[in-house]
Structures are given as structure tokens and as C-alpha cells.
């Protein structure tokens, strides 16, 4: 090898290892780049968060043409906060309920992550790969104050909506004996159909039910279902577990610096009047 090759291969070595140096931390780590750098993750689309979310969804998920997807509520910005911990961008799907909870939008590779006030459970956790669970929720019945509902055990003979594939329909069956259960796709349609007298009460998530009581002085919540439910984001099943465990960073990191808790008293927090 010629004096000028050495001099020129010794300068490429040089430099390789000055880059590798600067994209590790100085412990071995590993590189401190954002994760988003090349698609690690196994986005649907590098560089991007595609989430799919069944819309509206008050006060988890609701369109806003004011924020950066698109979609704003509890589930939206704390999933946008997530995406701009990983440099990503965040795109929203609207979907089904029923084809998120499924796993199929998941596994056919519409989107990275469901983002819509799913609760985790067993039979869910077969199709779908869960985040840390970052909401707690109860079940709960709303209905018309003149109606003389007062309770779930009232509901004989009166026609209850809940929506396709929620764990709100899986209570209402198997508590509200007698009643006539009617699904709707979303709470898009609930909500009117209750207003229209279609039907005489709505099974679903408190959060939800509380929004539809403080929008209408008609209607009220009268029961509470502890069931010991919490929310998590899901993917598909065993598909992406690097992007599993980044989420469940940011999280983390959401809660530590205080970000988490803000975000939940700006639609939860009771205020003084």
C-alpha cells in the first residue's frame, strides 16, 4: 500500500469512528439519535405515527382543525406529545371501533397504533400488543331526567345503546336484565339517537356520558360502574415491539416531567365554582 492510500485509508478510519462516536453515548449506550432516524420502528410510513382512531369519541378523540393531526382530546394530545418525543409525525386514521378492538386495521397494516379509550383486556390482549396502561375509567348510564330511570336495574323493557365491541356492551349485557340492547358504531350515533328518543338510555364510559350531560341539561348520569377497566394504546400483535417499548418510554417521560398531568386536569380536573 502507497504512503498517500495509507494516509487516506487512515483518515476514512478516522472519521468512521469519530461518527460512531458521536451517535453513542459515551457508556456504550445506545445511539442518541431519535429512533424516528431510520424506521426502526417498522412504521407504516417512516418518519410518521399512523394512528387510527374511531371519531368522535368526547372527550378522548374529537376533530380540531386547530390542532397539528388534525384530532385533539385526551387520547389525540397525549399521543401527540408521544410522537414529538420520537420526532415523528402524527397522522389519524378515523376507523371502526370494532376493527381496531379486533386487531384488524392493526394487522393489515393501515396504521402503527390505536389510540381510542380502548380498554385492555384478555380477550383483546390474544390480537393486540398493549402499551402501560395511562387512564383508569367506570362504566356509566345516562338517560333523559324525566325518563324515571334511576338505575340499571329500571331498564327492563327499555331499549339501552351501547357501542359495537366496547366493554360498555359486554356490562350491558350481562347486567341490564330485560333491557333491549342496541349497538351503534359510534358514540357519533348514540349520542343522537338517545336525543331523538330512538332509545331510553346510553351504557358507556363515564368520561363520555359526563361530555353529553354538561352539553344538554336534559339528560343525566345516574349510575357509576366501578369495573376496574384501564385504557392502553394497542398495536398489532408481536409486530412491533421496538415502537411498544418506545411509547412506553415516552410515557414514562410524559409522567415524570409533569406533561402527563397536565394534559389529564385540562379535561378531567373538577374546577371550583
Known amino acids: 500500500m502507497s504512503a498517500h492510500s495509507l494516509r487516506t485509508g487512515l483518515a476514512a478510519l478516522a472519521a468512521a469512528l469519530l461518527l460512531a462516536s458521536c451517535g453513542s453515548s459515551g457508556d456504550g449506550g445506545s445511539s442518541t439519535a431519535s429512533p424516528a ?33 388534525g384530532y385533539s382530546g385526551f387520547d389525540m394530545d397525549l399521543l401527540q406529545k408521544i410522537a414529538d418525543g420520537l420526532g415523528l409525525k402524527l397522522v389519524v386514521n378515523d376507523v371502526s371501533f370494532d376493527a381496531l378492538q379486533s386487531g384488524t386495521v392493526l394487522a ?7 389510540a381510542s379509550a380502548m380498554t385492555i383486556t384478555p380477550a ?57 340492547i342496541n349497538e351503534f358504531p359510534s358514540d357519533g350515533e348514540l349520542w343522537p339517537a338517545l336525543q331523538a328518543g330512538q332509545i331510553d338510555a346510553i351504557l358507556q364510559d363515564l368520561p363520555v356520558n359526563i361530555v353529553h350531560e354538561k352539553a344538554d341539561a336534559k339528560y343525566k348520569v345516574v349510575e357509576e360502574y366501578k369495573t376496574d377497566e ?29 406533561t402527563y398531568q397536565k394534559i389529564y386536569d385540562s379535561y378531567f380536573a373538577i374546577k371550583a365554582s
Open 37 to 69: 432516524a431510520g424506521n426502526d420502528l417498522k412504521l407504516v410510513q417512516a418518519g410518521t405515527l399512523t394512528a387510527c382512531s374511531d371519531v368522535p369519541y368526547p372527550p378522548f378523540e374529537v376533530e380540531d382543525a386547530s390542532a397539528p393531526s
Open 124 to 180: 383483546r390482549q390474544k390480537n393486540l400488543d398493549f402499551t402501560d396502561p395511562y387512564y383508569d375509567s367506570l362504566q356509566s348510564l345516562l338517560v333523559p331526567v324525566d325518563s324515571g330511570i334511576k338505575s340499571i336495574n329500571d331498564l327492563a323493557g327499555k331499549k339501552v345503546g351501547v357501542q359495537q365491541g366496547t366493554t360498555g356492551k359486554h356490562y350491558a349485557e350481562e347486567h341490564a336484565k330485560g333491557a333491549s
Open 108 to 114: 393489515s397494516g393501515q396504521c402503527d397504533i390505536a
Open 230 to 258: 384501564q385504557y392502553g394504546f394497542a398495536m398489532s400483535k408481536g409486530e412491533r415491539p421496538e415502537l411498544l417499548k418506545a411509547v412506553n418510554a415516552q410515557l414514562k417521560t410524559l409522567r415524570d416531567d409533569g
